[in-house]
């Protein structure tokens, strides 16, 4: 890439400690984040993939400053986001907006459409007065929601619809970024296709950058340009969504494309048993954490942390034998 | 097909709930039956009937809101719906189990997994603690719980989502059920731990002779498990195939619709959203409840149609009036 990414993220990070336990409380520490690195293009869709526990909500927070780093650095256009002032964090946040999985959760309940999607417009003087209501319109307009929608409340709407006003709410006040996290996973799968061909055409109208959060591979192949897997607080792979989904390099990414149900019954999921729990980011295994689960690993897996190396133009792998 | 081969079947299933002063069909006419070792898909979307009909196959509907209000349901040649509500308690947990999508809400928090597990078998089956207790063991190790007996004095907070899931199982599975009824099993699970629990059943399946009536909203699932499918749409069977020809000859509108707006991680196929939604219960439309979403609509669609073969398969059944065999 020859310009400077919008956003780059460098050996981030975030651990959480908790004290649990009674009646000696023992300090237990949750490694989130253990040196994410990935940056986003202009314009560009960067899918991250993961199960739970595998910190790819945590980025988001940690991304967008809601909660403060341990390590590393954000950059947002060339300005550093955790070093930034209250005055530039506010600027900053006009550019980055998020959505989240529930909008339900994310909207009050007792604040009609005009208020929720007004008040982003009144505290960064945008409209104020009588210019807010067609502002709040026009946004309404742009996801696809009738104008009458303005006077009613959330519990009023469908699942989608919500999730429509969150998106108008992040688009408000015309962000180069947007942080969706989970976006469409409490949607029907008929919802789900509506509100992907939205973020679609958002993108293009706008010109968008999107940092996706999802655990859906096939969303994620959709939607994305270039995708992140993590596992466990590391990045394990990343690279350009069609090939590292064609050809995944890490053996984490292989398990979760044989685990992702296809609607085709030629091609069934891999079914294996694996014995016990999968490993928890409390005491993450020693060496690559993903060993314990692999059906490849040798010795030094075991013992010795694999590097994030390039291994082809764009594509990335942390493992050993790849 | 005799009743002798036959695990459970339904006929003519119409569940309905109360809504403001009125009685609803959320379930219309639903019929079908399954062998032991078959996994029947009822598939569809929120609202679309298919958790009901779980519920009404397990008596589980609410009261006062919900009530069956035609049909027969059929296990061990006992009709279900007829029977008394202690004849209904004896058949569930003993000949029906069911797990449900988030097994923390359905375990007893304050309960140790091992006496949850064994509470049946001391209630079907007349076992004392202890016995119950050394099963309740037997069972963690038949679902490949790790550890289990150190496991069976734990409570449910200390296991994971995936084995909270195999607990579950081992409850529903411990009077040996011929019917395992899955109500969205693997929904709230990551995608790895959800083929584990689906190798489980599987696995279980076998072994036991389960018929299993899996109720899901995942098409993928769907290929990777069941033999059979029946996609509802507003309470309606709109199609009930074999899973071959389903997936080879989608043919309601309908499944068409569900298949073309599921973003696939094989291929960069363009998504086909359905446009609108599903209508409320208390505005659907008379005939097809498909109707107001759908691109073929005919006059004729004013009418329901009846379930007709399509593709001259008689085991491939379709309600719609422009895809049925003429």
């Known amino acids: 890439m020859s310009e400077a990414p919008l956003l780059l993220v460098q050996d981030l990070k975030k651990t959480f400690v908790a004290h649990r336990g009674w009646p000696i409380p023992k300090r237990t520490e949750v490694r989130a984040l253990d040196g994410v690195s990935f940056e986003v293009g202009r314009g560009e869709v960067l899918g991250v ?125 015309s962000p180069d970024l947007i942080f969706a996290d989970e976006p469409v996973s409490a949607l029907d799968v008929s919802v789900q296709a509506q509100i992907l061909m939205l973020l679609e055409r958002l993108r293009r109208d706008r010109g968008l950058a999107f940092v996706f959060i999802s655990h859906d591979l096939g969303v994620v192949r959709h939607f994305c340009d270039r995708v992140v897997v993590m596992y466990l607080g590391r990045v394990v792979e990343s690279g350009p969504t069609a090939q590292v989904f064609a050809e995944p390099l890490h053996p984490y990414t292989r398990l979760l494309k044989e685990s992702s149900p296809e609607p085709d019954p030629t091609r069934t999921i891999t079914m294996n048993f694996q014995e016990g729990e999968p490993p928890s980011p409390v005491s993450p295994p020693t060496g690559c954490h993903f060993h314990p689960r692999c059906r490849l690993a040798t010795e030094r897996c075991r013992t010795e942390r694999p590097a994030l190396r390039d291994l082809s133009p764009g594509r990335t792998v942390s493992c050993h034998l790849a | 097909m005799t009743d002798a081969d036959i695990a459970l079947r339904v006929e003519g299933l119409n569940t309905q709930i109360h809504v403001g002063s009125d009685w609803h069909d959320v379930v219309r006419d639903v019929s079908f039956s399954i062998r032991p070792r078959e996994t029947l898909a009822l598939v569809g979307e929120s609202g679309c009937g298919k958790s009901m009909t779980a519920l009404s196959v397990m008596g589980l509907l609410p009261p006062k809101v919900a009530r069956i ?81 150190e496991r069976l004095d734990a409570y449910p907070h200390q296991f994971s989502g995936g084995m909270r899931q195999r607990v579950m199982i081992a409850l529903a599975l411990a009077c040996s059920p011929k019917v395992l009824i899955a109500d969205e099993p693997t929904t709230a699970l990551d995608v790895t731990i959800q083929a584990q629990v689906l190798a489980l059943i599987a696995d279980l399946q076998e072994k036991e002779g389960l018929a299993v009536l899996l109720i899901t909203h995942n098409l993928g699932v769907v290929a990777s498990v069941a ?60 005939g097809c409840r498909f109707a107001t979403r759908c691109a073929l609509r005919t006059d004729a669609c004013a009418e329901l149609p009846p379930l007709a073969p399509v593709g001259g398969d008689p085991e491939h059944v379709a309600r719609c009036w422009v895809r049925r065999d003429s």
């Open chain 2, 69 to 149: 209000g035609a049909g027969r349901i059929v296990v061990d040649g006992i009709d279900l719906v007829a029977a008394d509500e202690a004849t209904r308690e004896n058949m569930r947990g003993d000949r029906l189990g069911m797990i449900f999508q988030e097994p923390m809400t359905s375990l007893n928090p304050v309960l140790p997994i091992g006496f949850q597990v064994g509470e049946a078998l001391m209630r079907h089956r007349g076992l004392s603690r202890r016995q119950a207790r050394q099963k309740a063991r037997e069972l963690l190790e038949l679902v490949r719980v790790p550890a289990a007996a």
């Open chain 1, 49 to 173: 993939v993961g199960e739970s526990g595998c910190g790819k909500s945590t980025v988001a927070r940690v991304a967008l400053r809601l909660q403060p780093s341990d390590g590393g650095s954000v950059t947002f256009d060339g300005a550093d986001v955790h070093m930034a002032s209250r005055r530039e964090m506010r600027a900053m946040r006009r550019r980055m907006q998020m959505i989240f999985q529930d909008p339900a959760s994310s909207l009050d309940g007792r604040q009609r459409i005009i208020d929720a999607l007004g008040e982003p417009l009144r505290v960064h003087g945008i409209a104020r007065g009588a210019a807010v209501r067609p502002a709040v319109e026009r946004l309404l307009d742009e996801v696809g929601l009738p104008r009458t929608a303005l006077d009613r409340y959330p519990h009023e709407f469908s699942g989608g619809q919500r999730q429509r006003i969150g998106i108008a709410r992040a688009l408000s006040l």
């Open chain 2, 227 to 286: 033999d059979r499918v029946i996609v509802m749409y507003g309470g309606d069977v709109v199609e009930s195939a074999p899973v071959g020809a389903f997936f080879a000859r989608p043919t309601h509108p309908y499944s068409e619709a569900l298949l073309a707006a599921m973003p696939r991680v094989d291929s960069d196929g363009g998504l086909e959203p359905i446009p609108g939604q599903v209508p409320t219960l208390t505005a659907m439309p008379k």
